[in-house]
Structures are given as C-alpha cells and as structure tokens.
C-alpha cells in the first residue's frame, strides 16, 4: 500500500453561532449578530467528510470542543456562566474549534530528520476565543494519534512573536505524498487595516521542531495588500497538493526569490484580472480542496458560492481544460463560509505510510456506521436556531456539555474534559 493522504475534520459544535469575533475575516465581520443553525451546520461538515470517505480516503473526525469553556471561565474568576459579561462570554461559547486547518501544523515522516510524523498544536494566541483551545486540540490530537507512534510538541508560547495559526498557513508540495517533500509556510508583516496572524519567528520554530531540511524549507511572505482585503489565512489566497501549487498573483512579496525551489513543481497563477482578491475572498476560491484521487488524478472540491461566481467557476473550468485537475465538485458549506470557512478550514490534511495508518485511533475514522451514529447525535442535541443573545439561555450550557459527553462515550474518549 503506498503512502496515502489522511484529513481530519472538525465536527461543527452546537453552540456555532454568529457573534463576528474574528477581526480581519471579513465574513465572520459581515455576518455578525446574524441567527445560525447549528445543526445544519454540523450536518453540512459531516456530509463533508462522508464525501470524502466515499472517495477512497481515511477521514478522521476531531471532536468539538467543551462548550462553554468552564474551565477557561474559571481561569477567569467566574464560578457561573450566567455571570459572565458578554465581552468574554461569547469567545467562551464560541465553535471555532471546527475549522481544524488551525488546530496543528504536521509534517510527515518522509520530510523529518527522524523519520517520524511530527505535530504541533497551533496556539491560536491571536484571538482569546482561539487561544483557549490549544490544550484540547493538543488532548486530542493525542487520543487520535498514539505516542509514542507520533511526536507531539507543544503550543508555542502565546505571544505576539509566536502567533501560530496552524496547517492555514502551511502548505507541502512533493513529487508524491511517499516522498520527501519542500514544506512552505507562510507568514505576514504590518498592514494597515487587519493584523497579521502568523509570525515568521512561530513558523521558524515548527520547522526547526519538525526537524526539516532547511534547503526544502521555504517561509513566504503574505502581501499587506491581501491580508487588508481579507486574506487572513493562507488558505484563502492559495493551495497546493503533491505537485501542484495555485496562488494569486497579489499573495506574496517574496516568491521570486524562490524560484529555483519552486521550479520542480507546477506553479499556477490566478491574476487579478482572473478573480480579483474581493472575489477571492468572497467566494472562497482558494480554499477549496486539492486531492489526489485513487486514480491518480486530482479534483477539486470547491464552496458552492464558487459556482455562482462567474469568474472564480471561469478559473476553474481554464484548470480542467488546461489538464491541472480533472474535475470540480462544489459542497454547500454555507454555515461555515457565513462565518468564514469553506472546505480547506474545516480540514487538517496529512500524509501517512501503511505502518502508521495502522497507528490511528480507529475510533476517530469515519465509516458508514459512524456516519449514521454522528447525524442520529446531531439531530438529537443540536438546535436549528441560535442567536448570540441565546448564549444567554442557562439551558444551552448543559444542552451542549451533555451532548459533547454522549459523543465522548461514541468515541471512546476517557479524557476528563469537561
């Protein structure tokens, strides 16, 4: 069995909701204080992954996280949630934790000194609402992937010299997923409108935890000019898989100077005059998913809001005619993207030999039955309606941390979480 490509997605919380906390995604800004439904959401990210599995490939699901967050409100002086002002409130409600893009960076073993799969939870540290979930994403990413059989790092220190916002801002390209690849991780500078949410100093320590080869190691620069349009995450204005690598001509300051690294792969460009970066933005083009079918051939699987976009579904049909992808499936993840996330944030990708497929907790992947268990849970806890002034309700809180309990039981998590 050859090496094979595993993802890992976030299963979207009960308390998603709307409450515009992450400043510089300019969705999660437009639709602030809007009414979700979190059980649609989660049902739309499940159908995700089922797609997935049916394709052929190991797909994983990452719990939701604790919520309300008791113990961070406890860190916070608070003894009842019902006290809490909403300022900290919502970030504690807050489902984030769905768009796994962020929760680790991971390197396979085929690009580590030591031959071993490496992960580093991301500290988030940039966004309270973010940065109160390193150490459950840490928890479980070690329930589903084993130690000794995968090495795990720590968060980075939460600080602004070390602000690590996960895979969002990393990409690999390789000949194939077996074989030792170039890791591209990608940093901001100043700006005058957003802030910029990964540091070259965070993206230089996971490579040095990771043990990678330094001369197939490349930090590229986000232009100020993307991120003020909303390009907060690398994943939005780029993607990649094996050789093929497709990215805005406005994302980068410093690409040129890595030419000659980039010149064993396929390099795409997406001009302005193609999809500009409003559009970009707005229809999520470049978070779509990159994938190698069984087959050999790669497809695309792309927001539905791409679709309905004449130009981002113009530059995708110019990439199958042209022979880079074979095909473009488009998912309605519309409660996501409300908020900010298509495809590539709800999922966290690695690369695995056979020997260390065998490692993962098999609780974690998804199979027909599970799929069936999880939308039987869905529709059991999750309501179809939620507002941030529902955040309010003293129901909510026990609705939710019971629901997560029974999912524990389902996957066999005998972490204390809770």
Not at 70 to 86: N, Q, S, W
């Amino acid at each position: 069995m050859k090496p094979v490509e595993a993802n890992i997605d976030g299963l979207v919380g009960p308390t998603h909701n709307y409450a515009g906390l992450s400043f510089g995604n300019v969705a999660s800004e437009k639709n602030a204080l809007s009414v979700s439904n979190p059980r649609q959401a989660a049902l739309q990210g499940l159908k995700k992954m089922k797609f997935m599995h049916a394709l052929g490939f190991t797909q994983l699901v990452m719990p939701p996280h604790p919520r309300p967050d008791l113990r961070a409100m406890r860190a916070l002086g608070f003894d009842d949630i019902t006290k809490v002002p909403d300022e900290l409130l919502q970030p504690l409600y807050s489902a984030s934790a769905m768009w796994t893009a962020n929760a680790a960076t991971i390197s396979p073993s085929a690009d580590t000194a030591d031959g071993k799969v490496h992960i580093t939870p991301a500290n988030m540290a940039s966004k309270l609402h973010r940065t109160i979930e390193a150490n459950v994403t840490a928890t479980y990413l070690r329930e589903i992937f084993p130690v000794p059989d995968f090495v795990h790092h720590l968060p980075l220190p939460s600080t602004a010299m070390f602000y690590d916002e996960g895979a969002a801002n990393h990409m690999r390209l390789c000949k194939s997923y077996g074989e030792a690849g170039t890791e591209i991780f990608v940093y901001g500078g100043a700006t005058a409108r957003y802030p910029a949410r990964q540091s070259l100093q965070a993206s230089q320590a996971v490579a040095r935890l990771h043990k990678l080869t330094p001369s197939r190691t490349i930090f590229l620069l986000q232009t100020a000019e993307a991120i003020d349009a909303g390009v907060f995450h690398n994943d939005v204005i780029a993607m990649s898989n094996e050789r093929l690598f497709i990215y805005h001509e406005k994302a980068y300051e410093n690409i040129t100077e890595h030419k000659k690294a980039l010149d064993e792969f396929i390099s795409i460009v997406i001009t302005e005059k193609e999809l500009s970066l409003r559009d970009a933005v707005k229809t999520y083009f470049f978070n779509s998913q990159l994938v190698t079918l069984p087959s050999g051939k790669i497809m695309v699987i792309a927001p539905a809001e791409c679709e309905e976009n004449k130009n981002a579904k113009t530059c995708f049909e110019k990439l199958v005619s042209d022979g880079h992808v074979s095909q473009v499936h488009y998912l309605n993840l519309r409660e996501s993207m409300r908020n900010g996330g298509g495809p590539a944030c709800l999922r966290l990708r690695l690369s695995l030999n056979e020997t260390e497929l065998t490692k993962i907790n098999g609780n974690f992947i998804l199979n027909d039955a599970l799929y069936e268990t999880l939308c039987q849970w869905i529709e059991k806890h999750y309501r179809d309606r939620l507002s941030v002034v529902d955040l309010r309700d003293p129901s909510l809180a026990q609705e939710s941390l019971e629901a997560l309990s029974e999912l524990h039981r389902i996957l066999g998590i005998k972490t204390e979480m809770l």
